[in-house]
């Protein structure tokens, strides 16, 4: 397991991380690893999978989810129960495939911490899966 240290700089943002767990896959990873799980540890940011070309993928994400899940009404006296919300949405985890060193993503994807409570810093794992 290898962990990716990730600042982010807003409340709520999306940041591109496949090139470090790419890195960490090549290096640190066995000859025998068949999948790559990503994983944060935090209430309010998740792991997405997505498009990472154009970066107005990454605003209509963030714009559909202010949208359907406004920052009003919420129950939770922390204030930030649609951080919470959006990060249930979107997960905590995701296992991507890995074939000769290599992860197995499609020609667009790449791998993407959401900050959704932010500015923080943030931790996330990267465990090789056999």
Not at 30 to 45: E, F, P, R
Not at 57 to 64: A, H
Request: glycine share 6%.
């Amino acid at each position: 397991m290898t962990n990716i240290d990730v600042e982010t700089l807003r409340r709520e943002e999306i940041v591109d991380i496949s090139e470090k767990v790419r890195d960490i896959v090549q290096n640190d990873f066995s000859n025998d690893a068949k999948a790559c799980l990503v994983y944060v540890g935090h209430t309010t940011c998740a792991i997405m999978v997505q498009e990472n070309y154009d970066s107005d993928v990454n605003l209509d994400i963030l714009t559909f989810l202010k949208k359907n899940v406004p920052n009003v009404g919420w129950r939770h006296s922390e204030g930030n129960s649609d951080s919470h919300i959006k990060a249930a949405l979107i997960g905590p985890s995701k296992i991507i495939p890995v074939e000769n060193g290599k992860l197995l993503l499609g020609q667009w994807q790449g791998i993407s911490l959401c900050e959704f409570d932010g500015a923080r810093n943030r931790s996330i794992r990267v465990i090789e899966l056999q």
